[in-house]
């Protein structure tokens, strides 16, 4: 009974930590930031990468991640800098939303598709 209860508990727990990311990217700027990286993230094929797969996680905030420097006073992203790491996808519009974005090195990687015309 008591492992029972315990199953209960932890379902709960993953559905509100599952939720409380999803809503988190239902809000403007802050939050599009984190949907903008999410968007990146499921773009780029990462069964051979579980570091990314891992750090790019919604149980960290995005300015920890991997890669990701983020504007100090607005928390927002700034810098994404994903250069040799082996990385394959393309680069989805959702990037374009990162309107702090100031730099972006994806060298020696394969990532193909259109930069976003926000970026150029
Ligand atoms: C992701 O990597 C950064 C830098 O190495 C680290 O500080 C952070 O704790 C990692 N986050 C997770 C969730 O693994
Ligand atoms: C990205 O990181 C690499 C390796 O750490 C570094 O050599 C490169 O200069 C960085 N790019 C930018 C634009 O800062
Ligand atoms: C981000 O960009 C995509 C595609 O360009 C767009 O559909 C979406 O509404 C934008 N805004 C947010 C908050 O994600």
Redesign the pocket.
């Known amino acids: 009974m008591a492992k029972h209860c315990f199953l209960v508990l932890m379902f709960m727990l993953l559905l509100h930590y599952f939720m409380s990311c999803k809503l988190a990217t239902s809000k403007a700027t802050f939050a599009s930031d984190k949907s903008a990286l999410l968007a990146f993230k499921s773009s780029m094929n990462l069964h051979t990468h579980e570091l990314l797969a891992n750090n790019w996680s919604c149980s960290s905030s995005f300015c920890n991640w991997i890669g990701v420097t983020c504007d100090v006073l607005h928390g927002r992203v700034k810098a994404l800098?994903l250069?040799?790491m082996g990385l394959v996808g393309n680069v989805p519009p959702e990037l374009g939303n990162l309107s702090f974005l100031a730099?972006l090195?994806l060298r020696n990687n394969r990532f193909y598709g259109e930069l976003p015309i926000e970026l150029h």
């Open positions: 800098n250069s040799n730099k090195d």
